[in-house]
């Protein structure tokens, strides 16, 4: 089983909607749970992390971990064509290196 | 201040050739890292140096061998390249006193035919 899991998409959605990304993770241990974007052929760059459970809201982006069912979320409101990305879940491991999901492909439609 | 910079982007090689992928960063980062990104894997780590002078093996070592130059530059080599490393390769660095947030460079597209 690997350690963290994502639905690849891809996911299409028209311009103003609600995007739900959606991650699960193996091991109850973690704790900080990071979500990155990557534009196509670009470097996954830093949106957001949370520690622990709970909310984090930046923005159009709120980030959510719910520990007892080891599911991480990101949520996009009124969502943007310059959203369209790959979006990588990472989760902080033991020895302190990230483990990535293998991201889900957004695609915002105007 | 230009980041993370790799070179080459792009890469043709044949089987058993031998390359290396050169990664600087100006942003004073102690730890290092290299990556591969391959369709629905995510990305795997491959070498890592926590501060200069020091690398450790990540969760695909196998076929690679890296060097961190000194603190800017973290190079990694193919010493016979084969089909299977096919894939788009990623620098990152990471300032000290971060919670792992890793910096990632424009990455490096390797055909190995």
């Known amino acids: 089983q690997k350690e963290v899991e994502q639905d690849p998409g891809p996911l299409s959605v028209p311009e103003g909607a609600i995007v739900s990304l959606n991650c699960t993770y193996s091991n109850s241990a973690f704790q900080y749970f990071m979500w990155y974007r990557q534009y196509s052929r670009k470097g996954p760059e830093l949106l957001m992390y949370t520690y622990s459970s709970g909310n984090k809201e930046d923005g159009r982006f709120t980030a959510q971990v719910d520990k007892s069912s080891k599911y991480i979320s990101l949520f996009i409101r009124d969502s943007q064509p310059s959203d369209s990305a790959t979006y990588l879940c990472a989760i902080l491991n033991a020895g302190n290196m990230l483990t990535f999901g293998g991201g889900t492909r957004l695609m915002v439609k105007p | ?113």
């Open chain 2, 1 to 113: 201040n230009a980041g993370v910079t790799q070179t080459p982007k792009f890469q043709v090689l044949k089987t058993g050739q031998s390359m290396t992928l050169q990664c600087a960063q100006d942003m004073n980062h102690n730890s290092m890292y290299w990556y591969r990104q391959d369709p629905g894997m995510g990305l795997r780590l491959i070498y890592y140096s926590a501060s200069e002078g020091t690398t450790d093996k990540g969760e695909v070592p196998n076929g690679y061998n890296v060097s961190r130059l000194n603190k800017r530059e973290f190079s990694l080599r193919l010493e016979s390249a084969a089909p299977s490393q096919t894939s788009v390769y990623f620098c990152a660095g990471m300032p000290s006193g971060t919670v792992n947030e890793q910096f990632f460079g424009p990455g490096t597209r390797l055909t190995v035919l």
